[in-house]
């Protein structure tokens, strides 16, 4: 019986063995699926058998774990050794999770202290993220010691509490692996060998590193080599990266032929010779990525040769996500090269705001700049925000000094300009310069002391640009060999749109102008206004030309119209009561008003009338009148009368400037009584009236009267008494006492007399006196020839005018 039951039992084991094998994998899945869930791993395929050497074999098992997909094929397992043939790992995006912010545990691995061995064949890694995917083999010789080969050649060790160990990485492997559609990276060469730990919440890589970035733009060639040790920490918790990069060496070189890439242009030639070719960049100890927040305590690119650039970044913090708006960083900025003294930049950003100063020492100005210089000093600084995808608002200030420059023909000596330009939110901007000169030469014209303020305000928003301008110059004299002018003050206002429009209001020497002026790129259109004002101010100017020559009293005022590009003008000028002194020539009280044209370098005056009251020339004429024109720069004179010597003279016309002409002067009913009376000491008495014609000629600068002719109109008188010469006639020649006695009381009955004037002064008579004497009852022909300077006789007379001489005692000396 015993021996029956135990063979029923033996077949019922048998019996349960076979239906477990048989039905292995059902009860495999039922038993293990729910604790695998539990961890979060989905088991979906699992296939194995029992080889004659007890060795448990697996053709395939499928795992899930967080959307990550990983299935083993040709998988033989022992106590000793799990060989795997083949591995494949799906990387997919990691799903969101509930416990996304729950903070990362240091390491503590149940690490058994025996166990099979692991060798995977191999092992491919795929994902969207690589090019191609990603094939190893992975080897553990001892146990928790891995060796991976392939793509990666790597080891690890896994401890209880952390896995460490280091891996060695190229370029070629990322460029077949990392699927990216830059180029770039084709041009990138690197090779780095790195250890690496891991304890659960820090990771941590430290190793050598070479790489180097050779990439061709156009014909520039840019090589970047960097070598050295670089190490590297990532916190879980925190999500702080840290780089160490103190050590590593990096070296810019960019070819010769980059310089090729400046535009063309004038200045391109002096930028190439500035820029340096080769450069290093110093690195800090230290880079921190936490977060989205980058922190890098100093950057530093220095170039290497004669041209020093050294460009220094530090306390440099940014949101990686939005780079520009919370941006934390100082610039200082050092340039010193053959052409360029020393410029110094230094500048605090924060966000979209940046302010700092500056500072340019040049000996001499590049050779692009159409000028020299000599110690030229640019400094200033500047408070800006809103610069990025705005308009910038703040302040910019700007001061340069130059000790001399030549420029355009123009030397100019001791220059100081200081500008201030800023702007607010509303868009009202300023701009504010103001400039000194010492002194300034253009040809043969020197100005000096020049100041000069200049001011525009305009809105910068939406619509059509306008800007107010303002501005004030003074300049203390202008100097050529023709004119001098001193004290010079002009205030000017205008609007600046798509034209300039204008208004100057200036003194010149004391002269008041106001200049209106509407400039545009098609014309210039102008106009001046001389308000009534005094003629003595012009005494200045008129000094320079004429020394001798003062104007005493009078008003003058004008307007003058017309367009600078066309260069035509058209002008009305009005003088009224103004007098004159020249030497000890005096005209007083004259009147005229005029208008011209001026086109095309040729200027003209309309007929014009012109009274003068009275010209003092050691004689007095009165009641001047005449006409006054210019045709073509030509300026003419005619038609002058007046009143002289109690009759009337009559001038035909006067070209002024003209050399060679003649100007006919006729006299009629000149009283004799006052012409030979002239010398008021002679002891002649001549009465009765006088006509003559005088031609005058001048040639190229001489006066002479050729020609001339004097005879009497009617009847007259001469009387000689104490005349002294006449008396010393008589006595010496006594055989003429009974001729000479006739003219003592001569009534005349008719007088001719040829006139000649030499350019020297002297007059010559040629005289024929008629007439009757009734004491002696004996009619008389007397001929008779007379010379004398009359330069001398009208000086002597001119000197002797009481009313000149007061003129002359205030004007003379002093002027104004």
């Not at 799903?95 to 092992?123: E, F, G, M």
Request: aromatic share 6%; glycine share 6%; net charge negative.
């Amino acid at each position: 019986m015993f021996k029956r039951i135990g063979l029923i039992v033996g077949v019922l084991l048998l019996s349960t063995l076979l239906l477990s094998y048989v039905f292995r994998l059902p009860l495999l899945q039922w038993a293990i699926a729910p604790e695998l869930e539990k961890a979060g791993v989905t088991l979906n395929c699992l296939d194995f058998s029992i080889t004659s050497e007890l060795n448990i074999h697996a053709d395939k098992v499928c795992v899930n774990y967080q959307n990550q997909q990983l299935q083993l094929t040709g998988i033989t397992a022992n106590t000793k050794r799990v060989d795997i043939e083949n591995a494949v790992l799906t990387v997919n995006p990691l799903p969101k999770s509930d416990n996304a912010n729950q903070l990362a545990k240091n390491l503590d691995l149940a690490l058994p202290l025996n166990r099979p061995l692991i060798n995977i064949k191999q092992l491919v890694v795929k994902s969207d993220e690589l090019n191609k995917p990603l094939k190893i083999s992975i080897l553990e010789p001892e146990l928790n010691k891995f060796n991976v080969s392939g793509d990666i050649n790597a080891s690890a060790i896994l401890t209880a509490n952390k896995v460490r160990g280091q891996f060695e990485i190229n370029d070629t492997f990322l460029k077949h692996v990392i699927n990216t559609k830059n180029t770039l990276i084709a041009d990138f060469n690197f090779n780095t060998q790195q250890a690496f730990s891991f304890d659960g919440i820090e990771l941590e890589l430290n190793g050598d590193i070479s790489s180097q970035f050779a990439h061709t733009y156009e014909q520039c060639k840019v090589n970047v080599l960097t070598t050295g040790k670089l190490a590297t920490r990532f916190n879980l918790n925190s999500q702080a990266l840290m780089f160490n990069t103190d050590l590593l060496n990096n070296k810019i070189n960019l070819t010769p032929s980059c310089t090729e890439l400046i535009s063309p242009s004038e200045y391109a030639g002096f930028i190439s010779k500035q820029v340096p070719l080769n450069w290093q960049l110093k690195l800090p100890q230290s880079i921190r990525l936490e977060a989205s927040e980058l922190r890098v305590p100093a950057i530093n690119l220095v170039s290497v040769g004669d041209k020093q650039f050294d460009i220094l970044i530090t306390d440099t913090t940014l949101n990686i996500t939005s780079p520009f708006k919370d941006l934390q960083s100082t610039l200082s900025a050092q340039i010193n090269t053959p052409n360029i003294n020393n410029i110094n930049v230094n500048a605090q950003l924060s966000g979209a705001a940046i302010k700092g100063d500056y500072a340019v020492m040049l000996e001499n100005l590049p050779e692009f700049v159409p000028a020299t210089a000599d110690g030229l000093s640019l400094s200033g600084h500047f408070n800006i925000s809103e610069f990025i995808d705005s308009k910038p608002i703040g302040l910019i200030n700007a001061k340069l000094t130059l000790n001399s420059v030549d420029a355009f023909n123009i030397s100019a000596v001791q220059y100081q300009g200081d500008l201030i330009a800023k702007m607010d939110k509303q868009l009202n901007a300023e701009v504010a310069l103001t400039q000194q000169l010492k002194s300034a030469e253009y040809k043969e014209f020197k100005v000096t002391d020049i100041s000069n303020t200049l001011t525009a305000n305009a809105n910068l928003g939406v619509g059509e640009l306008f800007a107010d301008l303002t501005a004030k110059t003074n300049i203390k004299a202008v100097n050529s060999p023709d004119i001098k002018l001193n004290n010079i003050k002009v205030e000017s206002t205008g609007l600046q749109s798509r034209a300039l429009k204008a208004t100057h209001h200036a003194f010149i020497n004391d002269v008041e102008l106001v200049i209106n002026h509407h400039m545009s790129s098609q014309a210039h259109p102008f106009e001046v206004i001389i308000p009534e004002q005094n003629v003595l101010p012009l005494n200045t100017v008129i000094s320079q030309f004429e020394p001798l020559a003062q104007l005493t009293e009078g008003e003058f005022n004008g307007y003058i119209s017309g367009d600078i590009n066309l260069q035509n003008a058209l002008f009305n000028i009005g003088i009224s009561h103004a007098s004159a002194l020249y030497n000890d020539y005096l005209a007083s009280d004259l009147n005229s008003t005029f208008s011209g044209e001026y086109n095309s370098g040729k200027l003209n005056v309309k007929p014009t009338t012109f009274n003068l009251n009275e010209f003092r020339a050691g004689a007095v004429v009165k009641a001047i009148e005449g006409q006054w024109q210019v045709n073509s720069n030509t300026a003419l004179i005619n038609d002058v009368k007046g009143s002289v010597f109690g009759g009337e003279f009559s001038l035909d016309s006067y070209t002024v400037g003209k050399p060679n002409q003649v100007a006919n002067v006729k006299f009629e009913n000149i009283d004799a009584s006052k012409l030979v009376t002239l010398d008021d000491k002679s002891g002649i008495v001549l009465t009765g009236r006088l006509a003559g014609s005088l031609p005058v000629h001048f040639d190229s600068g001489k006066i002479e009267i050729i020609d001339g002719s004097l005879f009497s109109q009617g009847t007259g008188n001469l009387k000689i008494t104490n005349n002294a010469a006449f008396d010393s006639v008589m006595q010496q020649q006594q055989e003429l006492q009974p001729v000479l006695g006739l003219l003592t009381n001569l009534d005349i009955q008719k007088l001719n007399s040829s006139v000649a004037l030499k350019n020297d002064g002297w007059l010559k008579l040629g005289v024929n006196l008629q007439g009757y004497n009734k004491a002696e009852q004996q009619q008389v022909n007397f001929n008779y020839n007379h010379e004398e300077n009359v330069f001398t006789l009208l000086r002597a007379l001119r000197l002797s005018d009481e009313i000149t001489q007061k003129v002359e005692q205030q004007y003379s000396q002093k002027g104004n």
